[in-house]
């Protein structure tokens, strides 16, 4: 990959198509379509705690009405990497950066009243943030999508979006230096 991130780049976040799925994602995929049968979606209420234990760490559970979105629940793996606890945060009162990112894949799972998998790269606090998120709906009780699962899979920083000695990642490469980041 040869894209530059530096301060320039700030607000820089894109969305693409995920990459091949993990086995966690595909287990996740596999139990909602068990849950949801010949239904559209399944409800929050078809999963039991005990059915999500192996995401648990990774899972939010988010609430969409007519207000906005909240964090119903933030995953501690979430957390711990993020740096700060999000449960029961509205997404009107995150940073902008991070409501773009929160709301864009949110928006494409209402549009399509599907699953959306994809992975997002993010420059978030000076870092390059790089990770598969799956985004599943689920229905209330008059079949609209009241709340979204999301996975967040595979979490990494590719590289830094500053130099470790200051200079920027694009002024360094136009120096000589060959970085790429992994796959």
Do not use: C
Request: a positive charge; proline letters at 4%.
């Amino acid at each position: 990959m040869n894209e530059h991130f530096d301060d320039s780049d700030a607000n820089a976040m894109v969305i693409v198509p995920g990459r091949k799925a993990s086995p966690s994602v595909e287990a996740l995929l596999a139990l909602w379509h068990a849950k949801r049968g010949a239904r559209e979606m399944p409800s929050r209420g078809d999963f039991r705690f005990h059915e999500l234990a192996l995401w648990l760490g990774r899972l939010n559970l988010v609430t969409i009405d007519a207000g906005g979105a909240r964090f119903d629940v933030f995953g501690t793996r979430n957390s711990r990497e993020l740096g700060v606890e999000m449960t029961g945060v509205n997404f009107d009162a995150l940073p902008l950066q991070a409501r773009l990112v929160a709301t864009a894949g949110i928006e494409r799972v209402v549009s399509a009243r599907a699953p959306v998998f994809e992975t997002v790269r993010v420059v978030l606090e000076r870092r390059l943030r790089v990770y598969d998120r799956l985004i599943l709906p689920l229905a209330d009780a008059h079949g609209r999508i009241g709340k979204v699962l999301v996975l967040i899979d595979n979490p990494r920083d590719e590289f830094l979006a500053r130099g470790r000695w200051g200079a920027s990642a694009s002024s360094a490469r136009r120096g000589g230096a060959s970085a790429q980041s992994p796959a």
